[in-house]
């Protein structure tokens, strides 16, 4: 596609269950990113991946979370155990290089 | 760590100047700027390299200076369309931005 697609859009979960969003790069993007925005919040990084590189996880606030990204393509990121706390817009961005970042339009999760 | 930007929040009459500023206690080899509107995806602005180059976008402008470890983003003559948060993302040197808490702008008519 033309741009980062994440799916789903929403999503609506219980306390404890587990969740998985899902990141489309854009084609030919080494770099992914995911980050996490709660409301009227910054961006908070949560990890990175860089072409074959081992990913940089040191943004995921506990062993709840966990990402992949297989093929050096799709990425998806894990909620274990969902908390109220996890309630939050996660977006997904991707570049090439020192590009800049193109962003996905996020998943909104709430966790009721 | 996440870079500081100053101010928090501005309120601009349209046609008036403002800047924004975004500090790093760490060495600086990329400074990207991005605009956010409420309810949607950040949008790239401008990128600046390790040079002190200044770069424009629109009546958008941006100054890096790397020695001071700091970068300014300058709205002159706003506009409407310039309302929303504005981010600065501080890269280093394997290309991952941590980006700061963000500047919301509002300009009125």
């Known amino acids: 596609g033309a741009g980062v697609s994440q799916s789903p859009s929403n999503k609506v979960t219980e306390k404890g269950k587990d969740v998985e969003l899902r990141c489309d790069p854009i084609s030919g993007h080494t770099a992914l990113y995911w980050y996490r925005q709660s409301l009227g919040q910054g961006l908070e990084f949560l990890i990175y991946?860089?072409?074959?590189?081992?990913?940089?996880k040191s943004g995921l606030p506990s062993d709840r979370f966990s990402a992949e990204r297989t093929g050096g393509s799709v990425s998806t990121l894990t909620i274990q155990r969902t908390q109220q706390e996890d309630s939050a817009v996660y977006l997904c961005?991707?570049?090439?290089?020192?590009?800049?970042?193109?962003f996905g339009d996020g998943t909104r999760l709430s966790i009721l | 760590q996440q870079p500081v930007q100053s101010p928090q929040a501005v309120i601009l009459r349209e046609g008036e100047d403002a800047v924004i500023n975004c500090s790093s206690s760490?060495?600086?080899?990329?400074v990207h700027w991005y605009r956010q509107k409420h309810g949607e995806a950040p949008v790239f602005l401008m990128i600046l390299l390790k040079g002190g180059e200044q770069k424009g976008h629109d009546k958008i402008s941006a100054s890096f200076n790397e020695k001071k470890q700091q970068s300014s983003l300058y709205l002159t003559a706003s506009q409407l369309s310039y309302s929303g948060t504005y981010f600065c993302g501080t890269g280093d040197s394997w290309g991952k931005l941590q980006f700061g808490a963000g500047t919301q702008v509002v300009v009125t008519p």
């Open positions: 991946f860089q072409g074959n590189s081992a990913p940089d």
């Open positions: 961005a991707s570049s090439k290089g020192e590009q800049p970042q193109h």
């Open positions: 760490k060495a600086l080899y990329s």
